[in-house]
RNA sequence: GCGGGUGUAGCUCAGUUGGUUAGAGCACCAGAUUGUGGAUCUGGGGGCCGUGGGUUCAAAUCCCAUCACUCGCCCCA
């Protein structure tokens, strides 16, 4: 054995976080009911080829961050380090229902190789939104809006901006990506050494820099909304148009690009400044080429991920869960009795703490400790008239109640 | 993959110029209270001082390596 410890860049989740990870989930599965997204899920593991070939062999994903490996049947498989593609893959696939429009929810693990830092971790939890079936505009305000809501009622509003760009379509897209190197290969020479791949791999990342000597090239970089053809810019004004009539806040951001070939006109991404470097709480944008790109029919999409451990960092405290009901005997004579009272309660839907062991010092005390919000106290002296004792543990008020009177009494400790 | 910081009890941290058996608070267990919690007092269990090597009469302390965490770069949720 290697050692005890987790592997780098996982972790456990214990009870406390337990707790803060399955609200973000739950408050985002449901506001996503209430737009009429349906939950779905996908597998933890595909065919390499579904990454590899939607992401892009360039991307970094692809080129150095994916768990890959061969499973006895000789198949290259590669644990997810999206939803999009595997989703994309299970419309194609039958998998899932093929009436467009789809509109679905899901979250799960996702895997990447990458150096863990604060909120960066090679196995974390996502959200995710899709959209599938559906070019216009109104999907893609519907999305953001989705977005939104969830983020306020998790209580991040303050701390989270929405950033918003659109790359156009594939002929906007490209002639700027065209301007882009004529521009910064004249420039070459005052570029980073980090850029200058980004020249030769994807030249609209040199756009997001944080080089100060790459940020004066980029300050005075054709601008991509000046490529936009008429078609795309269309179709933008009326995405923050939507945006406005909802009055949901934006900031428009022409040097905000996503690392992925297939996203084509909106790119988002709800950010903060109280993570550090990972500010990217949720992204996304859309995709009509992908499915076509995988060898299915022209699909448009749009889609976005939201990280549920950074959700989680900066999410309100999840409402409290129902305060316990602690059944304790006073001696092991009662504990038959005590076993059966509990069964009993817990039959009837209540939360109930049984104490294995301690006396009844002890077991108050663990009553105590757990916040429970009364103890029934089953003790000889009562059982001889068939009562037990209500200790209210606020108060410290007790009451008597017979064993067929107790299920109605407790109803009061709710 | 690259650079900086930090690793001492379950948690938060002390630990002097290297010097006896490594400490505190919280938490946990137990007693004061053999049928009554929260408060208080008393006692107890807990440590390969991240790991491995080196220097030294002597290392938690100095040196090297390694691992993990952390902050940034890269990239992204």
């Given at each position: 054995m290697q050692s005890l410890k987790s592997v780098r860049g996982t972790r456990d989740i214990a009870p406390a976080e337990a707790l803060k990870y399955r609200h973000v989930v739950d408050v985002a599965r449901e506001v996503s009911l209430l737009y009429g997204f349906e939950e779905i899920a996908t597998p933890i593991?595909?065919?390499?080829e579904v990454f590899k070939r939607t992401l892009g062999e360039t991307s970094d994903i692809v080129s150095k961050e994916m768990y890959n490996f061969r499973d006895r049947g000789g198949e290259e498989l590669t644990l997810r380090p999206e939803y999009t593609a595997g989703i994309a893959r299970a419309f194609m696939s039958g998998g899932?229902?093929?009436?467009?429009p789809l509109k679905l929810f899901a979250s799960g693990p996702m895997f990447r190789y990458e150096r863990p830092q604060k909120g960066r971790l090679r196995q974390f939890h996502q959200i995710d939104i899709e959209i599938l079936g559906v070019s216009s505009f109104k999907a893609d305000v519907e999305l953001l809006a989705l977005g939104a809501q969830i983020l306020r009622e998790l209580g991040i509003t303050k701390q989270v901006r929405l950033e918003i760009n659109s790359l156009g379509d594939v002929e906007s897209r490209n002639r700027y990506r065209n301007e882009l190197v004529s521009y910064f290969r004249d420039h070459?020479?005052?570029?980073?050494e980090d850029s200058l791949v980004r020249l030769e791999?994807?030249?609209?990342?040199?756009?997001?820099?944080?080089?100060e000597s790459d940020k004066k090239i980029v300050a005075n970089a054709p601008l991509m909304s000046q490529s936009l053809n008429d078609e795309s810019t269309a179709f933008f004004d009326s995405v923050l148009g939507g945006l406005d009539d909802l009055k949901i806040d934006y900031h428009r951001n022409e040097r905000l690009v996503r690392?992925?070939?297939?996203?084509?006109?909106t790119a988002f991404e709800f950010v903060t400044d109280a993570l550090g470097a990972q500010g990217a709480l949720i992204a996304g944008g859309r995709y009509d080429r992908l499915i076509e790109t995988m060898g299915g029919p022209a699909t448009a999409g749009i889609g976005w991920a939201g990280g549920v451990e950074r959700l989680s960092m900066l999410a309100n405290d999840p409402p409290v869960s129902e305060r316990p009901i602690a059944v304790i005997p006073v001696?092991?004579?009662e504990c038959a009795i005590a076993t059966r009272v509990s069964h009993d309660l817990r039959q009837a839907g209540r939360v109930v703490e049984y104490a294995f062991r301690g006396n009844l010092s002890r077991r108050l005390k663990r009553a105590n400790r757990l916040n429970a919000r009364v103890a029934v106290v089953i003790g000889p002296d009562e059982l001889k008239r068939e009562m037990v004792m209500l200790r209210d543990?606020?108060?410290?008020s007790q009451t008597e109640a017979t064993l067929d009177a107790l299920i109605e009494k407790l109803t009061f400790y709710r």
């Open positions: 593991f595909e065919f390499s899932i229902p093929n009436a467009l070459s020479s005052f570029l980073s791999r994807n030249p609209l990342r040199i756009l997001d820099s944080k080089d690392g992925l070939d297939y996203y084509n006109h001696s092991d004579k543990l606020d108060s410290g």
